[in-house]
Structure formats: structure tokens, C-alpha cells
């Protein structure tokens, strides 16, 4: 009696590879890359004891774009695939920077196979190999290196083989430089507002920007990729650090804000005459011109101004002639005091650790 046996031999390899030609978005770590720029502000103060609502007064200061961020995205893609593919960023703009090439080292590993294609193998690039392990077949038996076919972009060996190569070879990709925004044009009004709130408090990512996704549809292909946005500052700044805050004379109404006055003639009262002296409704430019106008009177610069001299007139001869002469006053004591370098609106008192007055003696005095 005959017996018959039927044999299946499947093989699965943890490092497979399609034929299909590679389609992959990277971050490119190319110079030009910047942080989305926005407007410096000031507020009193930071405090972790305050509810993000205490820095409402502030929002129209927060996240005032002055020049967009900047990323660069790889493509890696044939030259055909390249030139009809199209690139689509949510929350930005791309602008194609055109093909490139540059090296790249890969491990190729062989575990009882015949070929391992490169990563990017396309449009005939050359390797070439910079380290490798010794290759045995199935009957451990030591065989030569696999052999390069740059049509494909796959190293071969005849035999089923087990090793590795590491190899280098510069691939290439399409640069693409992506230029985006602060997030407004991607939330609803109330998440951007958490995201300010966030800035004025001393650090936007105590909420959650939005991120700006990637998207390339190619001819048979597609791929994705999303990064942070990046801010510069990330944070208001603020003049007394952890103090408590003093409220504002101001109160918002309709689109303006209704000036309060208060007991006394504060730096608030004499900014506020210089920006508006006639109205107590003040609109959203004036309220940020006496915002900066109090502190710029908060952070005075003092220089030295002369405040009196004495001087001593002597009378100089030629050396040749009796009869010619000049007087000269020459300085014997000078004071200078300590000022205003702006002639400030509001009362500072001199910076600690200077002197308010200086007397300045010449050794020409008697």
C-alpha cells in the first residue's frame, strides 16, 4: 500500500518587502525651521493661585501673529510619482523647495532569504557597503556577499542566506517647506481663547495647540505626518513676577473699555490723558497704548544730566609774544544728578545700588 504526504512550508519574514515603490512623508531636520513669531505683551503678574480667567482683561494682547512658523517635510518618492503628487496641510501652507539627494545608512538583514531591497530604492541609486557580517547558507556554510541590482534597488544572493549589510546610498526627495499659522484658523473661537489664556498665564502648552497635519496623495500612494506648532515667546512676559496683581482702571463695554478714575494721580490717570484726555470710553488701540505707556514709565531708563559747574578763567600767553593772550575756563567741580533719560509722566524713585548725585573735582583746582 501506498501512502502519499502532502508537504506545506510557509515562510514569514519579520523584515518583508513589497515591490511597490516608497512613498514616505519625514520631518526633515534641514535648517529653516522656525517657531510661529507673535507680538510680545506684558502682564502684572503670574500666579498659579489665579484662575486662567484673571488674564481675560488681556486677550486682545495674546497671540497676535507677527510672521508664520516654518517646517520642512520630506517626500520620498520617485522622480515620476514626485511630479504628480499633490500635497494637502491642514492649519498651513506648503511650498515645494524641489528634489534632493542626500546619503543614508541602512541595515539590510538576511534571515534564511534570498534579497533585501533598500528603503528607498528607487530611481537606480548606487550603494555601497560599508560593514557586514559573514553569510551562511541553509547547510551553514559560508557564502560570498549579496550582490547589488540598482534597477530594482534590491541586494540578491542565488542561495537562501543569513547576515547583514550596512550600506549607504543617497536616495532621492522632494523638500517641501510648510508654513503655518497660531492655530485660530483651525479651532472654534472658545478653544483659541483657552489657548491665550494659556499664553497670558505663562505657558501656552499648559493647553493643547493644534497640531499641523500632512497629508501627500500620490498616483498609486499615500502617506501622513503631523508635528507641534512651535511659538516664540511661548509665554507673556511680566514685569513683578509672583506678586499679587493691582487691578486696572478699565472695564470692558461693548468693544471699548470705560475708564474708572481712581483716588489720587496714579501712572494709569496721567497715560491715559496723554492717549485720550477728552473721553472716558477709550477703544481697543487706546487701551493697548496706555497699557504701553504704563510700562514703558514702569521700566524707566535713568542717565547722569550735569546740574551745575564751577569754573576758574586763566589767562594764557604765546611763548613768542607777551602781548598775545586767550582766557580759558577751566572746570574745577562739576555735579551731575541722576534723572529720567524719557522725562517720564509718572514719579519713579532712582534705581537701588546708583547714586543720586555725583561731584566730580578736577586736579587742576587750587
Not at 537606480?124 to 540598482?150: S, V
Not at 481663547?193 to 500612494?221: S, Y
Request: with cysteine; proline share 9%; glycine share 6%.
Amino acid at each position: 500500500m501506498t501512502i502519499l504526504e502532502a508537504g506545506l512550508r510557509l515562510d514569514f519574514s519579520p523584515h518583508a518587502q513589497s515591490d511597490q515603490e516608497p512613498f514616505e512623508l519625514r520631518l526633515s531636520q534641514d535648517r529653516g525651521s522656525v517657531p510661529v513669531q507673535v507680538r510680545p505683551a506684558t502682564v502684572p503678574s503670574w500666579t498659579r493661585t489665579h484662575a486662567l480667567e484673571a488674564y481675560a482683561d488681556w486677550l486682545d494682547e495674546a497671540l497676535i501673529q507677527e510672521s508664520p512658523g516654518l517646517k520642512r517635510v520630506r517626500l520620498y518618492c520617485s522622480d515620476n510619482a514626485a511630479a504628480r503628487t499633490r500635497l494637502t496641510v491642514h492649519g498651513g501652507t506648503p511650498t515645494p523647495l524641489g528634489r534632493r539627494h542626500e546619503p543614508l545608512i541602512e541595515t539590510l538583514v538576511w534571515v534564511q532569504s534570498h534579497a533585501r531591497r533598500l528603503r528607498y530604492g528607487h530611481d537606480r541609486p548606487q550603494a555601497r557597503i560599508l560593514d557586514h557580517t559573514r553569510f551562511y547558507d541553509l547547510q551553514g556554510q559560508e557564502c560570498p556577499l549579496p550582490e547589488f541590482d540598482p534597477e530594482s534597488g534590491t541586494f540578491h544572493h542565488p542561495r537562501e542566506v543569513t547576515g547583514a549589510l550596512v550600506v549607504e546610498y543617497a536616495p532621492g526627495f522632494s523638500l517641501y517647506e510648510i508654513s503655518y499659522d497660531t492655530g485660530a484658523s483651525q479651532l472654534p473661537a472658545e478653544w483659541f481663547r483657552e489657548l491665550k489664556l494659556a499664553w497670558l498665564a505663562g505657558n501656552i502648552h499648559d493647553a493643547t495647540p493644534p497640531m499641523v497635519r500632512v497629508i501627500a496623495i500620490g498616483p498609486n500612494a499615500a502617506d501622513q505626518l503631523s508635528f507641534n506648532r512651535d511659538f516664540w515667546p511661548t509665554h507673556a512676559g511680566t514685569q513683578t513676577g509672583y506678586r499679587a496683581r493691582s487691578p486696572e482702571p478699565f472695564t470692558p463695554e461693548g468693544s471699548g473699555y470705560r475708564y474708572v478714575p481712581t483716588p489720587g494721580k496714579t501712572c494709569w490717570d496721567r497715560c491715559k490723558h496723554l492717549i485720550q484726555p477728552h473721553s472716558s470710553l477709550l477703544t481697543q488701540q487706546e487701551m493697548i497704548a496706555v497699557r504701553n505707556c504704563v510700562e514703558t514709565q514702569n521700566t524707566p531708563r535713568f542717565h547722569y544730566v550735569e546740574e551745575s559747574r564751577v569754573v576758574r578763567t586763566e589767562r594764557v600767553f604765546a611763548p613768542d609774544n607777551p602781548e598775545l593772550y586767550i582766557d580759558v575756563a577751566r572746570p574745577v567741580e562739576l555735579v551731575m544728578k541722576l534723572k529720567r533719560a524719557d522725562g517720564g509722566l509718572c514719579d519713579h524713585n532712582t534705581p537701588s545700588g546708583c547714586c543720586p548725585e555725583l561731584t566730580l573735582r578736577f586736579s587742576n583746582a587750587p
